[in-house]
């Protein structure tokens, strides 16, 4: 199993790109409006990658070891759930020769809605400050009064 010790985008980037401009490159569903980019990658607190990767055919969260600690092996096509603050979210086992293995979690597939890069982009990085962010909490209902203290009277 590869770690990343150090920041994967530049490796991400590349190899989608390349992927982008080979094995994608004719397919209907690639948005010629988005190109390829690694936005907010991340230590997490258990040591592992986070962060979003834009691609013209989709916007996924992607998740990359960073220590063998902590890390599941499981094989191509897995599910695993992972823990951040917002909740609890199910990631997919993907594998590239020139990566290893990571998880994925789709975000957009396809993504015909996005007209601009910089609309994917900040899509993205959104998604990755709402994953690690802590759920507000919802505001407690008003108390409920009578009828009486609505109209100002007594009671």
Not at 9 to 18: E, G, N, R
Not at 113 to 127: I, S, V
């Amino acid at each position: 199993m590869k770690i990343w010790h150090d920041d994967p985008s530049t490796a991400l980037q590349d190899v989608f790109a390349d992927i982008a401009a080979t094995r994608m490159a004719d397919l209907p569903i690639a948005n010629r409006a988005l190109s390829v980019e690694a936005i907010g990658f991340r230590r997490y607190s258990d040591l592992h990658w986070i962060g979003a990767l834009v691609t013209p055919w989709a916007i996924n969260l992607l998740r990359l070891p960073g220590a063998t600690a902590g890390w599941p092996l499981a094989s191509g096509g897995a599910g695993v759930d992972w823990r951040f603050p917002s909740g609890d979210y199910s990631f997919l086992v993907a594998e590239e020769a020139r990566l290893g293995v990571y998880h994925l979690c789709s975000l957009f597939s396809p993504v015909p809605e996005f007209d601009t890069h910089e609309a994917a982009r900040l899509t993205a990085l959104a998604a990755v400050e709402g994953l690690l962010a802590a759920p507000v909490d919802a505001p407690s209902p008003p108390a409920t009064r009578s009828r009486r203290a609505f109209l100002g009277l007594r009671g």
